[in-house]
Every structure is written in C-alpha cells, then in structure tokens.
C-alpha cells in the first residue's frame, strides 16, 4: 500500500506473508450478527489455514472493543482496528472494495459496514463482497454471504478446482430470516445452489 499509514503497513504485512488473506470487516461487538459471522469465521479458520491462508477482522471500533468482540466471538486469529478507516480507503482504491462507511455515534470517523476481501500476495482478488445498508438489511447488519459457501468458492479457485455456482443468499445465519430459520428447524436454511 502507498504510504506508510501504521494500519495500512500492518495489513500489507499480514497479506505478504500469506498464501492469500481472508480479510472481513464488521460493524462493532454491539453487533449480534457480527459477533455469530465471526463466531463462524472462527471455526472456518482452520480450513483457510491449512490451504496457505490467513484471517483477518478490521473494525473502525476502537481497541478496547475489539477486545469485548474477540470475547463475544472467542475469534483468535488477526485483528486491527482501524478507526479512521484508512484500510477500507485503501482497499476501495485499489481494489475496488466499496466499503460503505457510516456515521455512527463512537466512531469518530464513521463505521465501516461490512465486507469481506480474499487477497492473493500480487493484488490478486480471489472474493470480494460488501453490503449495500438500506431498510430492508437493518442497516447493513443482515443479508451476508454465508461464509461456509464463501470459504468453499475461495479454496476451490486456489486450489484450481470447479465449484458449484450458488446465488448470493437471501437468508443466512446472520439474516433474521436465518436466525429464525435455525431456531425453528435447528440447521441453517438452503441456499439457492446451480
């Protein structure tokens, strides 16, 4: 990345030392669909490390929130918090990454929505996702890609191989649909796969 912004360096650095870089952005621990998205990160990490990659969280929250998120979520891998959002700037710049900034109250320079980018080392977009707030996904807060589906794409295409196409969800487990869902039949709901 182009200057020597501290939380620009520190992504950069997390994205050359890995074989490509999960890197997903959210709202704030005040947030339940963030906190079970991360939850499920968290137990996809495995998978991703064993296919050469790395995950990384990136709020605009400050640090001592990300604290109460890592509690919350129990997630263990990289985190930063960016609270000028220096790193979604960037990331929509050079990658087209068009990180809906917020204002929100107790972020100074707004809340980054949420996102998800897989990087490769050489700029290499493997994923990219980020959601569009209105009315209808509370904001921002629901209507994500179920990351289970997203993590299959992502180890299909660097590991060369064909994956079935599925349509974004309309439902997840972070959607209130999803969440009902699961409480009523105990399993998520189905996607919508070719």
Request: proline share 7%; net charge positive.
């Amino acid at each position: 990345m182009s200057d020597g912004h501290p939380k620009k360096q520190e992504y950069r650095t997390l994205l050359s030392q890995s074989g490509f870089l999960f890197t997903v952005f959210y709202r704030g621990h005040w947030c339940p669909f963030c906190i079970s998205y991360l939850k499920r990160l968290q137990s996809l990490s495995e998978q991703i490390s064993s296919a050469g990659g790395s995950t990384v969280i990136i709020t605009a929250e400050s640090e001592e929130n990300l604290a109460k998120t890592r509690q919350a979520s129990r997630y263990t891998g990289r985190a930063i918090s960016d609270p000028e959002n220096a790193i979604a700037g960037e990331l929509k710049q050079r990658f087209g990454l068009d990180i809906t900034i917020t204002p929100k109250s107790g972020y100074p320079n707004g809340m980054a929505q949420p996102a998800i980018l897989v990087l490769k080392p050489d700029g290499t977009v493997v994923y990219n996702w980020a959601i569009v707030p209105k009315v209808s996904n509370l904001g921002g807060a629901t209507d994500r890609p179920v990351l289970d589906d997203v993590v299959t794409q992502v180890l299909a295409e660097i590991r060369g191989t064909a994956v079935p196409s599925c349509k974004p969800p309309t439902t997840s487990k972070t959607s209130v649909g999803g969440l009902l869902w699961e409480k009523i039949f105990g399993k998520q709901a189905p996607q919508d796969c070719k």
